[in-house]
Antibody, heavy 119, light 111 residues
Framework: QITLKESGPTLVKPTQTLTLTCTFS??????????VGWIRQPPGKALEWLAI???????RCSPSLKSSLTITKDTSKNQVVLTMTNMDPVDTATYYC???????????WGQGTLVTVSS | QSVLTQPPSVSGAPGQRVTISCTGS?????????VHWYQQLPGTAPKLLIY???NRPSGVPDRFSGSKSGTSASLAITGLQAEDEADYYC???????????FGTGTKVTVL
C-alpha cells in the first residue's frame, strides 16, 4: 500500500525560504522507473506541477519556477524534500506530493499541506 | 501555468451524460503522450480517475470513460450521479518543458 504525507510550515513570511518534506511508504525511490513529484493548488485555482525527482536522481522543475526550486531525495529515509526560495503571497497554496506511475500519471497523492505566505 | 485547456464548467441532470474536453499542443498531447484524468472532490486531494487515455484504476466505476485523438482528449461520465459533482483535471507530459502539465480544470455540477 502506497502512502505519502507532506509536512512543513503552514505560514511563511514573504522572501523566506519554504522547505517541505514528503515522507512515503510502500515503494522505494531506488527502484527503476519510480518518481515523486510536487504539485500545488492556490485556493480556488487549478493544479500546477512544480518538480519531480526520479529513481536515478534525475530532477526536473517547472521552467517558470526553476530558479527558485530545489528537489532532493533521501532514499534511506523514504523522503523527498522541496525547497522554494523567495516566497511571495502568490505562492499561497496547498502543496501536494505524489507518486509517479510507470505510465507517467500521478497515481497516489498525499493529503496536501496548506502553506500561507503572509507577513 | 496550465497548458492543457478545459471548459470551466459542465452540468447535467442525474442520469445524463456529460463530456469534458482537454486540448493540448504538439509538445504534449499532440506528440503522442498519454492523457490522464483526476477527480477532486471538495476539500480533498486529487484522485486518479483515468490513466493512459482510457484505462480505469481498480475501483473506478465504468460510468467514467476516456478517449484521445490527436491533440485532444475527452472524459465522459454516463449516468451522472450527485456524487460526481467535483472538479476534474487532465494531465500529460510536455516535451518542451521536460515535465508534466495539468489542465485548467472543469467543475461538474449535477442539476
Amino acid at each position: 500500500q502506497i502512502t505519502l504525507k507532506e509536512s512543513g510550515p503552514t505560514l511563511v513570511k514573504p522572501t523566506q525560504t519554504l522547505t517541505l518534506t514528503c515522507t512515503f511508504s510502500g515503494f522505494s525511490l531506488s527502484t527503476s522507473g519510480v518518481g515523486v513529484g510536487w504539485i500545488r493548488q492556490p485556493p480556488g485555482k487549478a493544479l500546477e506541477w512544480l518538480a519531480i525527482i526520479y529513481w536515478d536522481d534525475d530532477k526536473r522543475c517547472s521552467p517558470s519556477l526553476k530558479s527558485s526550486l530545489t528537489i532532493t531525495k533521501d532514499t534511506s529515509k523514504n523522503q523527498v524534500v522541496l525547497t522554494m526560495t523567495n516566497m511571495d503571497p502568490v505562492d499561497t497554496a496547498t502543496y501536494y506530493c505524489a507518486h509517479l506511475s510507470s505510465g507517467w500519471s500521478f497515481d497516489y497523492w498525499g493529503q496536501g499541506t496548506l502553506v500561507t505566505v503572509s507577513s | 501555468q496550465s497548458v492543457l485547456t478545459q471548459p470551466p464548467s459542465v452540468s447535467g441532470a442525474p442520469g445524463q451524460r456529460v463530456t469534458i474536453s482537454c486540448t493540448g499542443s504538439s509538445s504534449n498531447t499532440g506528440a503522442g503522450y498519454d492523457v490522464h484524468w483526476y477527480q477532486q472532490l471538495p476539500g480533498t486531494a486529487p484522485k486518479l480517475l483515468i490513466y493512459g487515455n482510457s484505462n480505469r484504476p481498480s475501483g473506478v466505476p465504468d460510468r467514467f470513460s476516456g478517449s484521445k485523438s490527436g491533440t485532444s482528449a475527452s472524459l465522459a461520465i454516463t449516468g451522472l450521479q450527485a456524487e460526481d459533482e467535483a472538479d476534474y483535471y487532465c494531465q500529460s507530459y510536455d516535451s518542451s518543458l521536460s515535465g508534466y502539465v495539468f489542465g485548467t480544470g472543469t467543475k461538474v455540477t449535477v442539476l
